[in-house]
Every structure is written in structure tokens, then in C-alpha cells.
């Protein structure tokens, strides 16, 4: 057997919100904690991010109240705002 063939030991401290959600994967799909760690750090090392599906926002118009012009912005902004005080 040559160093290459031994599996890596080292200790890690992990934060317990990282543990926890290690502990639960491992829990759910009934595989070694080990093999959940190692698979979540292949991922993480292999830079590509995991599919996402982009948020979609669907314009729509929304128009005006009744009686705002957008004309005249002072009076736009009295008429949302108030009056200037003097």
C-alpha cells in the first residue's frame, strides 16, 4: 500500500448550524457522515454553482392616481409629500 491509497485523517471544527445540516443530510438519505461531508466539499471546491433557476419578474404598468401629473415635478412632489414648509 502506498501513501496514496490511505485516506486522509484530519479533525475539523465545524460551526454547529454547518454540523446540523451535515447531520441531517446523512440522517435523510441514510449515508455515512463522512461520505456527506466529503460530497459537500467536492461540490463546494468544484466552483460551479449548484442549478439555479433565475428570478423572473413580469412587468406590468402601473399608471397613475387619479389627479398626479408627472408634468410638473414640484407639484408632483407637494401632491405625495405635502407643501413645502416655509
Keep these: 500500500m502506498t ?3 490511505v485516506s486522509h485523517r484530519t479533525t475539523l471544527t465545524l460551526d454547529d448550524d ?3 445540516k451535515l447531520d441531517g443530510e446523512a440522517r435523510r438519505t441514510g449515508r455515512p457522515y463522512r461520505a456527506v461531508v466529503n460530497d ?3 461540490r463546494g ?3 460551479t454553482p ?3 433557476t ?3 419578474v413580469e412587468a406590468r404598468p402601473l399608471g397613475l392616481r387619479p389627479g398626479i401629473s ?3 415635478i414640484s407639484g408632483l412632489l ?3 409629500d405635502g407643501p413645502e414648509p416655509r
Design 3 to 5: 501513501l496514496h491509497d
Design 18 to 20: 454547518v454540523a446540523a
Design 40 to 42: 459537500a466539499l467536492r
Design 45 to 47: 471546491l468544484e466552483g
Design 50 to 52: 449548484a442549478a439555479v
Design 54 to 56: 433565475p428570478y423572473l
Design 70 to 72: 408627472i408634468d410638473c
Design 78 to 80: 407637494d401632491a405625495l
